[in-house]
């Protein structure tokens, strides 16, 4: 089977959500037994979001392969269970630094370097690339931004060059627009609709399905004029109307047809509709999980999306263990010694976030310390870990002056050091230790029971090690996780840590680096240097969430 494309863009406004249309369109699909991929296309000039701040652009998702990307991936991951790579992320800055960097080697021999056809065909280059090495069924292409913006039209010449190219069969356009309601005049308007629409075909490019985005019903009546004035089919006008959770999209798009009315578009059979028994099953234990845990997100970030893989990674767990969580961001720049008691009150659990810089580290130390001698249960994430660690370092080793070199070059006791191969990079972008590495767990450690309990086997990247038959085979157990840091635990002062009680339980077998530390005396008191929640999804929750949710509900 010939390899087929579909494009999703947006108009109107940003923030419609096409990511999540996009990865429920891929789990439609991938449902239906095609092999799917995503990938995400973003109109800036950055490289990659890693060096963004998180509150222009929200989370830094990172792939197995150890790319910077946009949150959207987190989203196709989480959805569908596949493993994107650097592949699935592209945009403006990458393609134009692949083109001038061909012009500087002189591959162009000489011509002038145009926008068309010199960068469009880079574009188009990258848009059929995941295809080189694995056949896939579907490859669905998020662009981001929004009809109209200048820097987004570039990549719509290229889709309107491929459709051509390959024809109607092998390339369809989802449109995803927004219809305000006008409280003044109490109707639905689909003006803003009708004009993106026009001005996407002023581009060469008529969509074959509308997705309408509202917080308000849409009828029949409104669906057939807009069909109508879009030359789009009626039952091609899908509404997606505000939900109580992102994971009900997949279902509301099934039962308006989305998957088979691609399918129809592009000459194939649709057959039967895929039951999506597990995926409803984790709905119908969501809708039943009414009882509430509160969990703290200790951070500096106060942004919904600064946390987004968190978020999604608790609110898993928590329907796994028939919960359902509440997060409370917590500002750690706030956090004193004398208000952390009034801070934390009423949290069932605390998660001490990631994050870079001095700003609210203090406050993460002296919540990091609250919750050890109260045993709340902690988990510490990368920034998170390390805090945990200066905190136990300052009030159970006694180094008053311990910290982290990041934060302060001259400390004497820098529990936290640069990364040797680190201390000679300038660079910001792309620099640090990112991607899936090793680690191996100490048997008999609660972090060792979470990955390898029932709930937890199988539930990490890419499967993690599976239970075998033995004894030998637990005392060697590895998984693979993912990570994004320079500063690592400093191994000069593990055996101090250890005598003292907090045990470092997993190791990098390579490197020989500290990924987690834990306090076994404690009733849960984790920290991982990587990220965990990049990880976890719908169906398979991450093993040290279930455990740590668990933790919170005893």
């Known amino acids: 089977m010939e390899t087929r494309y579909i494009f999703i863009t947006g108009g109107v406004t940003s923030s419609l959500g096409k990511g999540i249309i996009s990865a429920s369109l891929g789990k439609l699909l991938q449902a239906r037994g095609y092999k799917v991929t995503i990938q995400k296309f973003d109109p800036y000039i950055n490289i990659d979001p890693g060096t963004l701040n998180p509150y222009e652009h929200g989370e830094c998702y990172v792939t197995a392969d150890g790319m910077e990307t946009d949150l959207d991936l987190g989203h196709y991951e989480r959805f569908t269970g596949i493993k994107t790579t650097r592949n699935n992320s592209v945009t403006t800055g990458q393609i134009y630094l692949s083109v001038i960097e061909r012009e500087r080697r002189g591959d162009y021999l000489g011509k002038t370097i145009q926008v068309v056809p010199h960068i469009t065909d880079e574009i188009k280059r990258r848009m059929l690339r995941l295809n080189e090495d694995s056949q896939f069924d579907f490859v669905i292409t998020e662009i981001g931004g929004t009809i109209g913006d200048i820097e987004s039209q570039p990549f719509l010449e290229a889709i309107r060059q491929l459709r051509w190219e390959m024809g109607p069969s092998r390339t369809l356009n989802v449109h995803l627009t927004y219809v305000p309601y006008l409280a003044a005049a109490g109707e639905l308007k689909t003006k803003p609709t009708q004009t993106s629409v026009k001005q996407l075909q002023g581009l060469g490019i008529q969509p074959e399905v509308l997705v309408l985005r509202s917080e308000h019903e849409l009828n029949d009546e409104l669906r057939m004029k807009v069909a109508h004035f879009c030359n789009v089919d009626v039952e091609a006008v899908i509404t997606s109307q505000d939900l109580p959770s992102i994971y009900e999209v997949p279902v509301n798009m099934q039962r308006q047809g989305l998957d088979s009315i691609i399918l129809k578009k592009m000459g194939m059979e649709t057959g039967e509709t895929p039951s999506l028994g597990p995926w ?79 700003r609210g ?22 920034l998170g870990m390390q805090m945990m660690v200066i905190e136990f370092a300052r009030n159970a080793l006694g180094y008053k002056d311990a910290n982290s070199s990041e934060m302060d070059e001259k400390t004497p006791h820098n529990v936290i050091d640069l990364m040797e191969e680190q201390k000679d ?51 060697t157990a590895t998984v693979k996780e993912r990570h994004r840091h320079r500063y690592e635990f400093n191994n000069a002062y593990k055996y101090e840590f250890e005598q003292h009680g907090m045990k470092c339980v997993g190791i990098n077998p390579t490197a020989d680096l500290v990924e987690i530390v834990e306090i076994p005396s404690l009733k849960w008191y984790i920290g991982t240097q990587f990220h965990p929640e990049y990880s976890s999804t719908v169906l398979h929750p991450h093993p040290l969430f279930m455990s740590f949710v668990k933790a919170c509900t005893l």
């Open 280 to 358: 409803r099953d984790f709905l119908d234990r969501r809708k039943q999980a009414t009882e509430v845990i509160n969990i703290g997100l200790v951070g500096k970030y106060d942004l919904q999306d600064a946390y987004k893989s968190i978020l999604e990674s608790l609110a898993h767990a928590g329907t796994y263990n028939n919960r359902k969580v509440k997060a409370t961001f917590i500002n750690s720049e706030y956090i004193t010694r004398e208000n952390v008691g009034e801070k934390l009150d009423g949290m069932q659990g605390i998660v001490i976030c990631p994050g870079f810089g001095q």
């Open 361 to 382: 580290i203090e406050g993460k130390i002296i919540a990091a310390e609250y919750t050890r001698n109260h045993d709340i249960p902690t988990f510490g994430i990368c």
């Open 425 to 475: 990079i300038t660079q910001m972008g792309g620099t640090m230790r990112l991607g899936a590495y090793e680690c191996k767990l100490v048997k008999g450690s609660k972090t060792y029971e979470a990955y390898y309990s029932e709930k937890g086997i199988g539930n990490s990247e890419e499967g993690l090690a599976r239970r075998t038959e033995g004894e030998s085979q637990f005392a």
